[in-house]
């Protein structure tokens, strides 16, 4: 049974920092494919980066790009989201997705294209 769960999420001031974590049971990360997504209230959940670990392929949204950064720890089987140079409209919760595909492009940003989900850690970005 494949179990995804983020933790690290809180209040942060804008232009602060915050790591979270997705630690996985019943998958391993290093194959496949990992995603992290978010959701503020009332919006459709949107992708924010995601990793094809086969050629180590990165993809970063527009809000993404140059302020987050995807790592991994193996021995941990813990992936981090570092995000740095928060914003207001950061705010949301955050869900980590896994799929045991190596997914093309197109469909890396589609939600239904994963397999399976962590509960999601709320962020929230505010003085």
């Known amino acids: 049974q494949v179990q995804l769960v983020e933790s690290g999420g809180g209040l942060v001031q804008p232009g602060g920092s915050l790591r979270l974590s997705c630690a996985a049971t019943?998958?391993?990360?290093?194959?496949?494919?990992m995603s992290w997504f978010r959701q503020a209230p009332g919006m459709e959940r949107e992708f924010v980066l995601g990793t094809r670990w086969s050629g180590s392929s990165t993809s970063y949204s527009d809000s993404a790009k140059g302020r987050f950064t995807i790592s991994r720890d193996g021995a941990k089987n813990t992936v981090y989201l570092q995000m740095n140079s928060l914003k207001p409209e950061d705010t949301a919760v955050y869900y980590c997705?896994?799929?045991?595909?190596?997914?093309?492009?197109?469909?890396?940003?589609?939600?239904?294209?994963?397999?399976?989900w962590g509960q999601g850690t709320q962020v929230t970005v505010s003085s």
């Open positions: 997705a896994a799929d045991r595909s190596r997914l093309i492009l197109s469909r890396l940003r589609d939600v239904e294209s994963y397999d399976y």
């Open positions: 019943g998958f391993t990360f290093g194959s496949g494919t």
